[in-house]
C-alpha cells in the first residue's frame, strides 16, 4: 500500500473519491503478500498491484464500484480449472481482498498516515467501513507499515554506488560509510539516503548501540582494504543482522578469514559471512555486480536456491 499513498493524499486533498483493494490475506504461492494494494482514482486512472496481472483487471471494476457507491467489501480470487485462463491465479495461489472507496469521511487520517510513513514511524491501518490508524504496529491489522529496513554499505565505491542504486529500488534505506571524505560525498552517491564520514566499525558500532541495527538490516563491506574492513566485519558478524557480505577475491577471503580468526571470531560467526559477496552471474561492471549481490540477499531472504528457473521443477513461487 506503501506505493499508492502518494496518489491516494492528491486525490483525497481534492476531494475526490477513489476506490482501493489491498490485499488481507494470501495462501500458496499468491504472487503479491498482503499488504499489496491497488487504488483506482478519478477519471479511472489506475496506480498499484494486487497480483502478478492475473485479476488486476476485475479488482479495478471492484474499485470503480466502490468508489461510485462507498461500499465497503472483500473479495477472494483463487485458481481453479474453469477460472485460470479467466478471472483466476493462473500462479496456483489465493488471495483476499477488502476494497472500499477512499475519502475524507471513509479516511480522515490519510494526511497522518502519509505523513508518519513517510517519518519512518511504525503504524497500522485497520480496514473494516472505513480505515482507521493506529499508532505502532497492531497485530490485527491490515496493512502494517514498518520502517524501511536498513542496507549499510561501506566503502565509497562504484560498487558502492550500483548497490545502493539497487538497494533503493528493492525498498532499502542505504547509508554508505566510509572515512575518506573526499570519495563520501552525497554527489557520488545519488541513490544513497545518507552518506557517512566516520570509520566504519565505529559508525556500526554506535549504530548497534543506539537500537538502529536489527534483523532486517543488510551489511555490505566493499572497501577491499583489511584495515577498513577487518574491524568492520569482527562488529558485523557479532550482530543479528539479516545478511553480512565482503567483497574481494578468494585470496583476499582466505587472508581475511586468518586475520578474524586471530581476533576471536567463532567458526559459527565466521559461518554467517557471505564472502566473496554475491551470486556467480559471471558479473563484471559495477552494475552487474550490484545485480549479483541483490540476487544473494534476495535468495537468502526468501529461502531461494540461487538456480535457473528453467532447470528447477515443481512452483516457481515458494509458498507462504
Not at 539497487?166 to 554508505?176: P, Q
Not at 551489511?219 to 577498513?228: A, Q
Not at 545485480?291 to 526468501?302: F, K
Request: aromatic content about 6%; proline content about 6%; some cysteine.
Amino acid at each position: 500500500m506503501r506505493d499508492v499513498l502518494a496518489d491516494l493524499l492528491r486525490w483525497w486533498s481534492a476531494d475526490e473519491p477513489a476506490g482501493l483493494a489491498v490485499v488481507t490475506a494470501t495462501w500458496s504461492s499468491a504472487p503479491r503478500q498482503p499488504g499489496a494494494a491497488m487504488a483506482v482514482g478519478p477519471g479511472g486512472e489506475v496506480v498499484g498491484s494486487v497480483s502478478g496481472g492475473c485479476v488486476e483487471a476485475a479488482v479495478y471494476d471492484l474499485c470503480l464500484v466502490a468508489a461510485e457507491t462507498g461500499e465497503f467489501r472483500t473479495a477472494r480470487f483463487g485458481v481453479a480449472d474453469d477460472l485460470a485462463m479467466g478471472v483466476g491465479l493462473t500462479c496456483g495461489g489465493t488471495v483476499e481482498l477488502a476494497i472500499g472507496r477512499v475519502d475524507r469521511s471513509t479516511f480522515p487520517e490519510l494526511p497522518e498516515l502519509v505523513e508518519a510513513v513517510a517519518s519512518g514511524e511504525p503504524v497500522s491501518v485497520r480496514i473494516s467501513d472505513g480505515y482507521v490508524l493506529a499508532r505502532g504496529v497492531a497485530g490485527a491489522a491490515a496493512v502494517a507499515f514498518h520502517p524501511a529496513p536498513r542496507m549499510i554499505i561501506f566503502g565509497a565505491t562504484d560498487h558502492a554506488a550500483a548497490v545502493a542504486r539497487i538497494g533503493g529500488f528493492l525498498g532499502y534505506r542505504v547509508t554508505v560509510c566510509d572515512a575518506r571524505p573526499v570519495f563520501a560525498t552525497a554527489r557520488r552517491f545519488p541513490g544513497a539516503d545518507e552518506v557517512v564520514v566516520d570509520w566504519p566499525h565505529r559508525y556500526l558500532a554506535a549504530e548497534a548501540a543506539a537500537g538502529r541495527i536489527d534483523d532486517r538490516t543488510v551489511l555490505c563491506v566493499l572497501t577491499h582494504d583489511p584495515k577498513f574492513d577487518v574491524p568492520t566485519l569482527e562488529v558485523a558478524l557479532r550482530l543479528d543482522v539479516g545478511y553480512v557480505g565482503a567483497m574481494g577475491s578468494r585470496r583476499t577471503h582466505d587472508d581475511r578469514l586468518g586475520r578474524l580468526r586471530e581476533a576471536g571470531l567463532t567458526e559459527p560467526e565466521l559461518g554467517r559471512l557471505s564472502s566473496p559477496i554475491g551470486l556467480d552471474l559471471g558479473a563484471r561492471s559495477p552494475e552487474e555486480t550490484a545485480v549479483s549481490i541483490a540476487a544473494e540477499i534476495v535468495a537468502l531472504r526468501h529461502g531461494g536456491s540461487g538456480e535457473r528457473l528453467a532447470r528447477r521443477d515443481g512452483p516457481v513461487h515458494k509458498k507462504f
